[in-house]
């Protein structure tokens, strides 16, 4: 038969009160009711979409361009672009001398395209720039810089 030390008896006996005391505290509890709720108010926005329209230079009268508009999304869900409502300006040298705004045409372009979250560059369709041939005296508009602005609901 086998002869245990001191230290091998006293490890265990060490053992043993570790696992008692552990094993009563775990059955320790009272039993109860309760009740609660919560809430939370989303978010009124989510941010908006910034909108790109690039075309080509060199619009003559009587011309026309395509126009792409692209779109980012910084937010954090996705968006919608609805409807893109571009609105005509002229550099303030070129209105100054009498480049009319009015002489350029562009209609609203029906998107409903889904920029997803953090999305650049998103496809958003075309639409055509016109520089109409008035049959006036046009050259205040040679070397005009377009602006188009962009609108979105």
Known sequence: ????????????????????????????????????????????????????????????????????????NPGSSSLYVGTITPTVSIDSAHATARCQASDFSIAPTVSNTRVVAGATGTAAGTGTLAFADTGANQDACKGATVNLTLASN
């Open 1 to 72: 038969m086998r002869k245990f030390t001191k230290k091998q008896y006293l490890a265990a006996g060490a053992a043993a009160v570790i696992i008692a005391g552990g094993a009563g505290a775990a059955f320790a509890y009272w039993t109860t009711t309760g009740s609660g709720n919560g809430s939370a108010q989303n978010a009124s926005s989510n941010g908006t979409i910034t909108l790109h329209a690039a075309f080509a230079d060199g619009l003559t009268p009587g011309a026309s361009e395509t126009v792409t508009y692209t779109a980012d």
